[in-house]
């Protein structure tokens, strides 16, 4: 298939696509990256979606990109992180959250430095800037211990400098607490000190905690994001869609013979809309309600 016939399949089968199809994509190079910032680039309009096949384009996309080892990929994977910043996709972000070291790791060294500065850069989303900050560690993983202590020292600092938003500094810590060094223990104890009486992030136990044990990386349990693909995992989400749309169609029926009963007393008017399986939910997470409420809270994560 060509760019085009690809993209078009990938709409069509939703979340059902095979890895193959996906592997596909990824070989058209140059081509694909084009067409794929058609679908998340600058120029893409996310306010409209034309169907659930078009949302989940944009997840296929970033898969695809973490396959294609070339700049280009990796700078348009970079733009998908500076848009989430502005809370467009809540949705999305979730079900990408642990996988970028994973989908940056084939990149070439020359897309770092423009990762560093989204990482260090000023902006009102501390779960990007933890995102962007893993990716930068995984990478000075790979390039040996100095380069990593390098990275995590940086993260420390940025961490203790009290000019910067508590609860980012919070977040970002919680990534130290995955490397610990004896250099940055004072800065968490002081960051658990500060959450003391509020929502914690974390708190002295759980410093004591990662001190008592050797590092542990928050991306190797996400190391591959193409398990989404397997033929099990496909199969699990539609039982699982399945048995969400049973259970809604189970409470329409008991609203139905419910408001059957009460029109017999009195003429009922329904003082908020049906809530549709596509709609957003309304407990205000910005999820569709498929995805969220209807059935009971779902995670949102590829390996549901």
């Given amino acids: 298939m060509d760019v085009r016939e690809l993209i ?51 997840l296929h996309a970033a898969f695809i990109l973490g396959l294609m080892d070339d700049a280009a990929a990796g700078r348009l994977l970079l733009h998908l992180m500076r848009r989430f910043t502005g809370g467009e996709d809540e949705n999305l972000e979730e079900w990408l959250s642990g996988y970028w070291p994973a989908l940056f790791r084939n990149k070439p060294d020359s897309v770092i430095p423009d990762v560093e500065a989204f990482a260090w850069g000023h902006h009102a989303q501390p779960y990007m800037r933890g995102h962007a900050v893993e990716v930068l560690l995984a990478s000075a993983a790979r390039r040996g211990s100095d380069a990593l ?21 919070a977040m970002l810590a919680t990534v130290l607490l995955d490397f610990p060094r004896s250099a940055h223990r004072a800065v ?44 099990e995992r496909i199969a699990a989400r539609q039982r699982r869609w399945a048995e969400e749309e049973q259970r809604r169609q189970q409470r329409e029926s008991v609203d139905a013979d419910w408001n059957d009963e009460r029109q017999v007393q009195e003429t009922y008017v329904r003082e908020t809309p049906k809530i549709g399986r596509n709609d957003p939910c309304p407990c205000g997470s910005g999820r569709k309600y498929k995805k969220c409420c209807l059935g009971g809270v779902f995670t949102g994560t590829p390996e549901a």
């Fill in 188 to 231: 968490l104890e002081n960051v658990a000190a500060l959450q003391e009486g509020r929502f914690a992030v974390f708190g002295h136990q759980d410093v004591e905690a990662a001190y008592a044990g050797p590092d542990k990386p928050g991306w190797i349990r996400f190391d591959d994001p193409w398990k989404f693909y397997a033929p």
């Fill in 8 to 58: 078009a399949s990938l709409i069509r089968d939703e979340d059902r696509v095979p890895r193959e199809r996906i592997d596909e994509c990824a070989q058209h190079g140059v081509a694909m990256v084009e067409a794929l910032g058609a679908v998340i680039g600058s120029e893409a309009d996310w306010s409209l979606c034309e169907s659930d096949g078009n949302w989940w384009l944009r």
């Fill in 149 to 169: 202590d390098a990275c995590l020292a940086r993260t420390a600092d940025w961490v203790s400098n009290e000019l910067h938003d508590q609860d980012h500094r």
